[in-house]
């Protein structure tokens, strides 16, 4: 049996506010360098995302926390079509968001990633006003972990490393 690795502990979430006010509310999401490395390498098709995305949706509508016409604005972006995320949205125009700095995710490619990002990325909050839309935000973050725990575990399972 395998010992704990980069799957069993590859996020966490700091600061979860739900403060109302100008860009009070949000989090900090904090992802292993390590497993964003390894989720670049997994090839996301525009149909699998589409199918993240209202899965993410879907939830966020079931707890009813923003207005329906919001709840469609929501989005899961991934960086270069892979499973490493960019940013979450409750909407691409004016809405509250978690991101990456994008100049930071490219150097995922990097064979020195850990060096040069260190062992963590942060997705940190952007024009984030009220309760709700933090609450959605990390429903979204949420249902990317969960999605992308297993693509951790399919490569884990391909490489041979489950007796």
């Known amino acids: 049996m ?3 690795d980069v799957r069993d502990f590859f ?3 700091e600061g979860f506010d739900l403060s109302p006010g100008w860009k009070t509310a949000g989090f900090t999401l904090i992802v292993s360098t390590e497993a964003l490395v390894r989720l670049k ?3 996301v098709s525009v149909e699998e995302l ?3 995305t209202t899965n993410g949706l879907e939830r966020i509508a079931r707890a009813n926390i923003l207005p329906k016409k919001m709840v469609q604005r929501g989005r899961i972006a991934l960086f270069e079509q ?3 995320p960019l940013m979450f949205t409750t909407d691409p125009t004016l809405g509250g968001s978690i991101g990456a700095r994008p100049d930071e995710l490219r150097k995922l490619v990097d064979d020195d990633a850990l060096v040069a990002l260190g062992t963590t990325v942060e997705y940190t909050a952007h024009n984030c006003d009220a309760p709700g839309q933090s609450i959605a935000l990390m429903i979204l973050a949420q249902t990317w972990a969960e999605w992308a725990y297993t693509k951790l575990l399919i490569q884990d399972s391909n490489a041979g490393l489950f007796s």
């Open 50 to 52: 589409q199918t993240l």
């Open 11 to 13: 996020y966490r979430i």
């Open 41 to 43: 390498a997994v090839e």
């Open 2 to 4: 395998q010992t704990a």
């Open 82 to 84: 892979s499973a490493c």
